[in-house]
């Protein structure tokens, strides 16, 4: 049976209690002011997962990705807040995932992750947690097969609108890594009206040329991303639809002045862009929830252009967030926000819907499953083969969708720069490089790294340690991290957190793209640029 986060059924609410409109997910929500949890409306709705046993043709495919949206910061998934009729109603048509991951806990190595199928660690640019180093070793190399390349191979239009943040011209794009069409921004985060990015330099592009637009820039994607489906051709494609919102700064749409006060005189330094650009003086609740509202009206008018082309039937759609929130998201139950590997910075709202060809609606799935998993997945749904010399990390879910095979039984890994993970059914084991916590130090860690063992089925919250009861687990966890570790370039510097206090280290190599023990073609890393998970390059820890 499935779970929500809590250990409680979604679907176990007694009948005579349900809410008149719980089969109806886009009945109107009481006003703004009432606390009113959704998924006690529409989870009722909701029946477990279970393959169809169809198959269809090679499907066109829709990717959106939301930029540092919180676990819980959509109706479907427990906001008692923000309004996302669409986002809702998406997740009603198809299949919602309570244990949906991101390949990592901050943006551009999710990024990675998603176009190459494979754990970011495996490139030097996933080493930056986020990528700001501006240079030729910091991106996905040409010459590296990409989900979007693959699938023009196979005969797929391409596409990507929005935020890129996978290296900067002129040695990187998403020209140069497989998509056919880009209109977008490069960096990290713009302005969402002035269009400037994290340095204070216009950041708009129509494939590898400047261009301006006025508008909110939330608006704008979403306006070229319907556009782009308007004008489909007869072939399949592939559009991936990157937002920026609900990304700092705290803009809504009808805050364009505070935008120009943001940028009201030139910044000296690029650090000082990105303080103001960071945006640490505004914010709030409400305004949050007028960026999240502005995200889900321009995916409804995404998704409007597939309807009104009639491509609904065959089209994958899915919906994920690049990693936890900050500030103002809303992550309950979990601990944690974006740069940790608690589950707030890696369980993100993930829905895999429109594909009524293959998938019926209205079902939901605790299998844990990750960014990567769906390379793989749109891959396979292509009749697209992976590239032998790069293997892919992700598995591929189709057979699962489709009732044809099982689901995978396999473990979710995790490494950042302070902590790592490993996820085996319902157990996650927590590694932390240094202890930091006052009960840990307490207990005798010393600042040594430490092993802590979660039952996400009773403890979403990660409070409860079970380690000393699974000693065997425990074991069996930490040898697979620490192989994992150690297949994966190395940090700079990584002297500084050797991975553990008995013996094993913190080793690894690349080529390009590719991990080979003992050699180490590693690039610059910026100095005093902090990579740390969780903290902003150029602002205070």
């Known amino acids: 049976m499935t779970q929500d986060p809590g250990g409680q059924d979604p679907g176990g609410q007694d ?90 806990a901050t943006c551009s190595p999710t990024r990675l992750g998603l176009y190459t199928g494979r754990y970011p660690g495996r490139l030097t640019a996933g080493l930056e947690e986020p990528l700001g180093t501006r240079d030729e070793h910091h991106g996905i190399p040409a010459d590296h097969p990409t989900l979007p390349s693959l699938l023009v191979d196979v005969g797929y239009r391409t596409a990507m609108i929005g935020k890129w943040h996978c290296g900067w011209l002129p040695w990187f794009s998403p020209l140069k890594a497989g998509f056919q069409t880009f209109y977008g921004n490069l960096d990290g985060a713009v302005d969402y009206f002035g269009h400037f990015d994290t ?104 998704l409007a252009a597939l309807d009104a082309k009639g491509l609904r039937e065959n089209t994958i759609v899915v919906f994920a967030s690049d990693n936890g929130g900050e500030r103002w998201a809303f992550m309950w139950p979990f601990v944690g926000e974006k740069g940790d590997l608690e589950e707030g910075g890696i369980r993100v709202p993930l829905i895999i819907v429109r594909w009524p060809a293959v998938i019926d609606a209205g079902q939901v799935s605790d299998l844990p499953n990750a960014t990567f998993d769906w390379t793989a997945t749109l891959l396979d749904a292509a009749g697209a083969t992976p590239d032998a010399d790069h293997p892919l990390d992700g598995t591929s879910l189709l057979g699962w969708l489709t009732g044809t095979q099982g689901a995978p039984q396999r473990d979710l890994l995790w490494r950042t720069r302070e902590q790592g993970a490993v996820r085996r059914g319902h157990y996650k084991l927590l590694v932390d490089r240094h202890g930091h916590s006052v009960w840990h130090n307490l207990f005798g860690t010393d600042g040594r790294p430490s092993y802590r063992l979660f039952d996400l089925s009773a403890d979403g919250r990660e409070k409860a340690d079970v380690a000393d009861q699974r000693p065997g687990l425990v074991a069996e966890l930490k040898a697979v991290w620490r192989s994992f570790d150690e297949e994966l370039l190395p940090y700079p510097d990584a002297s500084a957190w050797d991975a553990s206090a008995d013996g094993a280290s913190s080793r690894g190599a690349s080529t390009s793209g590719r991990s080979t023990p003992g050699q180490s073609t590693l690039g610059r890393s910026t100095p005093g640029r902090s990579t740390t998970g969780g903290q902003c390059p150029g602002l205070p820890d």
Not at 43 to 69: K, W, Y
Not at 249 to 265: K, M, Q, T, Y
């Open 15 to 104: 009948p005579a209690t349900q809410d008149p409109t719980a089969q109806d997910p886009t009945a109107q929500d009481p006003p703004p002011t009432a606390l009113f949890d959704r998924r006690t409306r529409d989870a009722a709705a909701e029946r477990p997962f279970r393959g169809s046993g169809r198959t269809a043709r090679r499907p066109n495919i829709v990717f959106i990705l939301a930029d540092d949206l919180g676990w819980g910061d959509l109706g479907c998934f427990g906001s008692l807040h923000n309004r996302t009729p669409s986002l809702d109603a998406l997740a009603s048509q198809g299949l919602r995932f309570t244990h949906g991951y991101a390949t990592s």
């Open 199 to 302: 340095s204070g330099q216009p950041d708009l592009w129509d494939g590898e040329e400047p261009v301006t637009e006025q508008g909110y820039y939330t608006e704008i994607i979403g306006r070229h991303a319907a556009a782009y489906i308007r004008e489909a051709g007869d072939d399949p494609f592939y559009l991936q639809v990157n937002f920026t919102g609900a990304h700092w700064p705290w803009e809504g749409p009808d805050d364009e002045e505070l935008s120009r006060h943001i940028a009201d005189e030139p910044a000296d330094t690029h650090e000082e862009s990105l303080r103001r650009l960071f945006h640490a003086d505004g914010g709030s609740l409400a305004k949050y929830g007028e960026m999240v509202a502005a995200l889900d009206a321009s995916i409804g008018e995404v």
